[in-house]
């Protein structure tokens, strides 16, 4: 069971000059150099548009081993008004090339448009599409709701049937849902300030790191927006993937760097 934090992308213009990469670094090295220091990284690109074989090869190829990379689902699978239809879209995201990341391959995010309801018998034929590998790689998918209507028991169980995670999000116009319903977690953290250095204050990342290390242990935390029987997220523990993804982007590594350091002082 690993806790795994990190951000969304790595070529980020603010990032440059001193505030994450040295001055002078090459943008050629900029992944080599922010996945020594961060456990994870959400690849935003395979959400527009296929990427190549030869790319996965070289991202894998420039990380280091335990490292890993959550991948964006295309648009084109779930932008679109009945996802039950998505199918071929599916078998082409992960036919691209994803396997070349080997050991570096973590989750596949499938993130709902915000205005997206929830239909039980839509959802129930979407999660069957998810393949459960590709060339012999085990895939891991988190979904990531919008709107309310997801946070209801039928959602819960749905996904807890298909082993896709449920994303914990932290987003304006996203309903929380704090249910665990596969063998790891998938937080997305997007409300940095800038005024902060970390991103997020001290007081927020406890909070953060707390949910991280009760859902790595299998507890199901108080005080969260369950939309199921709480009691019943519990015994699920595994991997953590808590990502620094939005609000001022460029707290981004800070604060994720902020969040491993309290993580590893709770160990």
């Known amino acids: 069971m690993t806790i795994r934090t990190g951000i ?6 603010d990032w440059r000059g001193g505030m994450f990469y040295p001055k002078g670094l090459r943008q050629a090295d900029e992944l080599s150099y922010a996945a020594q220091r961060l456990g994870a ?38 932008n679109r008004k009945d996802l039950s239809q998505a199918g071929e879209s599916i ?7 994803i396997a070349e990341l080997g050991d570096r391959l973590g989750p596949i995010l499938w993130q709902l448009a915000k ?34 209507s997801f946070a209801c028991p039928e959602f819960v169980e749905l996904a807890r049937k298909a082993r896709v995670a449920i994303v914990w999000s932290e ?16 937080l ?3 409300k940095m300030q800038p ?20 859902w790595s242990g299998g507890s199901a935390p108080q005080g969260l927006a369950y939309a ?7 015994d699920y523990g595994g991997d953590v993937f808590a990502f620094m993804i939005n609000g001022a982007k460029e707290r981004a590594p800070a604060a994720a760097m902020a969040l491993a350091e309290i993580l590893e002082g709770l160990q």
């Open 8 to 13: 969304g992308g790595w070529t980020y213009p």
């Open 41 to 78: 990284i959400e690849i935003n690109g395979t959400f527009y548009r296929l990427q190549k074989p030869e790319s996965f090869a070289k991202w894998r190829d420039d990380t280091p081993p335990g490292f890993v990379f959550a991948l964006k689902g295309s648009r084109f699978v779930t």
């Open 91 to 97: 078998d082409k995201f992960v036919g691209q090339g």
């Open 115 to 148: 205005t997206k309801r929830f239909e039980r018998d839509e959802m129930a034929a979407f999660l069957a599409l998810l393949p459960p590998e590709v060339a012999g790689l085990p895939l891991r998918h988190a979904i990531e709701a919008g709107h309310e």
């Open 171 to 186: 987003d304006d116009g996203r309903v929380p849902i704090a249910d665990r319903t596969a063998g790891f977690a998938y």
């Open 188 to 190: 997305r953290c997007q």
């Open 195 to 214: 005024e902060c250095e970390t991103g997020y204050d001290r007081a927020d990342l406890d909070r953060i790191a707390g949910m991280c290390r009760a």
């Open 228 to 234: 199921a029987e709480p009691t019943d997220s519990q």
